[in-house]
C-alpha cells in the first residue's frame, strides 16, 4: 500500500520550501451571476445570446441552465468568447446535444465535472455566451435563464 497526494496537499505540506495554493483553491468567496433573455422570436442556426462577462481570473464552480417545457425544440451551446489569454469553448460549459436540447422536454442541468469549463481559471475578463447549434421551434416568449458560480479570490 503506497500514499498518493494531490498537488495541493503536496505543494501545502510535502514540499520544501512549501507552495502557496491559489486562494481560490482552497478558500475563496463563491459569487454568483445570473442572465435571463425572453426570446421575441426563434433562434436560427449560430446565433448567439451573449450573457455576461466573468471577471479575469475567475474559476468556474458550477452552473446551471433553465428553460421550459412546452413543445419546444432546438440545441444552444453554453460557452465563452475568446479572451486575448483563453481560446474561446462555445460548449465548454454546456454542450447542447446532452444537455440543453429543447426538443427533450424541460431543462434544468448543472455543469458536470469533465466539462472543459469546470474549475478553470480564465486569465482575461471573458465574455459568456449561448450559440444555437438547431433552430428552436415554438420557442418564442420562452424564457432561457443562466446562474453560473465562480471564485474570484
Same mark, same amino acid.
Given at each position: ?20 495554493? /491559489? ?6 468567496r463563491?459569487?454568483?451571476? @445570473?442572465?435571463?433573455?425572453?426570446? !421575441? ?18 474559476y ?6 433553465? !428553460? ?65 447549434? /438547431? ?11 443562466? /446562474?453560473?458560480? @465562480?471564485?474570484?479570490?
Amino acid at each position: 500500500m503506497s500514499d498518493l497526494y494531490t498537488v495541493e496537499y503536496q505543494n501545502a505540506y510535502i514540499s520544501e520550501p512549501s507552495v502557496k495554493n /491559489e486562494v481560490g483553491k482552497d478558500h475563496g468567496r463563491v459569487r454568483r451571476m @445570473y442572465a435571463s433573455i425572453t426570446l !421575441a422570436a426563434e433562434l436560427a442556426v449560430n446565433d448567439v445570446i451573449k450573457m455576461f462577462k466573468l471577471p479575469a481570473h475567475s474559476y468556474i464552480v458550477d452552473a446551471r441552465i433553465i !428553460a421550459p417545457d412546452d413543445g419546444t425544440s432546438g440545441i444552444v451551446n453554453v460557452g465563452w468568447e475568446a479572451n486575448g489569454v483563453d481560446a474561446a469553448d462555445e460548449d465548454g460549459i454546456f454542450i447542447g446535444a446532452s444537455e440543453v436540447d429543447f426538443g427533450a422536454g424541460a431543462i434544468d442541468n448543472k455543469l458536470l465535472g469533465t466539462a472543459p469549463g469546470y474549475n478553470k481559471k480564465f486569465g482575461a475578463e471573458t465574455l459568456i455566451s449561448a450559440k444555437c447549434t /438547431e433552430v428552436t421551434v415554438a420557442s418564442s416568449g420562452d424564457t432561457i435563464q443562466l /446562474e453560473l458560480f @465562480y471564485v474570484l479570490d
